[in-house]
């Protein structure tokens, strides 16, 4: 190669005698090993560079591999362990269906008598330690009046269909000692019922019976019996008594007497699900919400009583379904008359006067924390769906209607 680039020195005078070149001259051998030596080198480092390069980047590539493969191995094991325990779930079904299906006879005789303990009147209502009730015409007021405190009684209404929740809310009165309430019989049965336990039961002369068993919200029976429930409250305001009506699927935690305003005529627990609302305002007007009568206090006032008259032939005459509305309809007609009304009302708070709006949809708060002085277990519809919330919270005195250690003086 370095032969025919660089040649040899040329002589400077001609040879005498020319002699033929030969192939195979030292120089040009010299030069020829010189040149393959250098092109060896040269290639070698250049050839070296790129094999260099490409062995790393495969032995990047290779350790990808492996990565996504350790990957895909441990994605493997996780669906391996969920199936296999899927399996042994399903195994544990397939054993408690068979056990099921084994004592099929034993769990349906169980759950009727738990249904039956939660509908049916229980027998063992405890005594009390209250004192014995005088001798009485059951259909007259004497008994309220006797019982009366400060001119003020505790007015329960109960049929036979509610008269679990009566001794549910007896059983709560007997704890916090309070003595001055009467049950008012709206049927025959539950008159005999509380007779027979010796409870302080009477009947308004004025009041039509609703025999109905189980007269539940929404139905005619139902509004019927909530529309008459203004005849005995009208008697007893009219005979000089302040009433505090409350309905027995109510559940006592403090004495509410501690929060009446008595700078009202009338004071309504809330009926929807807002915490506080204004006096004096027409809720039928704004539409913002709607009074309870399910629990409220009524002063012994001319003006009261004539409200009262005014919604029970609203009520009566009307389409309209029951007491509550009949009274929303009254207080609009007096706030829409030329001339005001000469009554006041307004609202006990929402938190402390919970409705079941409020208590069980957690709108005041929850725990210990919250202590309410009532909670009201409206908003849930049917009496064996009542019961089981009053009881998951704790509202419900199972020992108490039991007769299993409550009287006037136990905790229930």
């Known amino acids: 190669f370095l032969y025919f680039i660089v040649p040899p020195p040329t002589p400077l005078s001609p040879p005498a005698v020319m002699k033929p070149k030969r192939w195979a001259s030292p120089d040009k051998i010299m030069y020829l090993v010189i040149g393959l030596a250098v092109g060896f080198m040269v290639g070698h480092a250049v050839g070296g560079g790129l094999v260099g390069g490409g062995r790393k980047a495969l032995v990047a590539r290779l350790a990808e591999m492996d990565e996504k493969e350790g990957r895909i191995e441990e994605l493997r094991e ?41 509908i049916q009147a229980d027998d063992a209502l405890p005594d009390s330690t209250e ?49 001055n309430y009467v049950l008012l019989a709206m049927d025959t049965d539950v008159l005999h019922a509380f007779q027979q336990r010796s409870l302080p039961v009477y009947t308004d002369p004025d009041l039509p019976y609703v025999t109905s068993k189980s007269a539940a919200w929404a139905e005619s029976n139902f509004h019927k019996l909530v529309c008459t429930k203004l005849v005995p409250v009208i008697n007893l305001l009219k005979s000089g008594l302040h009433v505090l009506l409350t309905d027995a699927d109510i559940t006592w935690r403090r004495n509410p007497m501690e929060f009446v305003r008595w700078d009202l005529s ?16 027409d809720l039928t007007k704004e539409k913002i919400a709607k009074l309870n009568t399910g629990f409220y206090f009524a002063q012994a006032k001319p003006e009261v009583i004539a409200l009262f008259k005014k919604a029970y032939q609203i009520c009566k005459k009307g389409s309209l379904t029951g007491d509550q509305p009949a009274i929303n309809q009254a207080l609009h007609q007096d706030m829409m008359s030329s001339q005001k009304p000469t009554y006041t009302y307004g609202f006990f708070n ?3 006067f919970a409705n079941g709006c409020v208590y069980f949809k957690h709108l005041c708060g929850e725990g210990p924390e919250y202590d309410p002085v009532i909670v009201h277990a409206n908003y849930i519809v049917g009496r064996k769906s009542k019961i089981k919330s009053l009881r998951k919270h704790g509202l419900w005195s199972t020992k108490c209607i039991e007769g299993e250690g409550a009287s006037g003086s136990s905790s229930g």
Request: proline content about 5%; aromatic content about 6%; glycine content about 6%.
């Open 131 to 179: 004192a014995p009730l005088p001798e009485y015409n059951v259909n007259s007021l004497e008994l309220p009046h006797h019982r009366a405190h400060n001119k003020t009684i505790i007015l329960i209404p109960s049929n036979n269909g509610y008269i679990q929740f009566a001794f549910n809310i007896i059983c709560s009165l007997r704890k916090l000692r309070i003595t």
């Open 78 to 118: 996780k669906v391996a362990g969920g199936m296999r325990e899927r399996g042994r779930l399903r195994e544990k079904e397939k054993i408690l269906e068979e056990f099921l299906e084994k004592h099929k006879e034993h769990v349906a005789v169980h759950e009727a008598a738990s249904d039956s303990h939660d």
């Open 350 to 352: 929402g938190c402390l």
């Open 266 to 281: 009338l004071t309504f627990s809330i009926g929807s699900c807002h915490k506080s609302l204004p006096d004096n305002v």
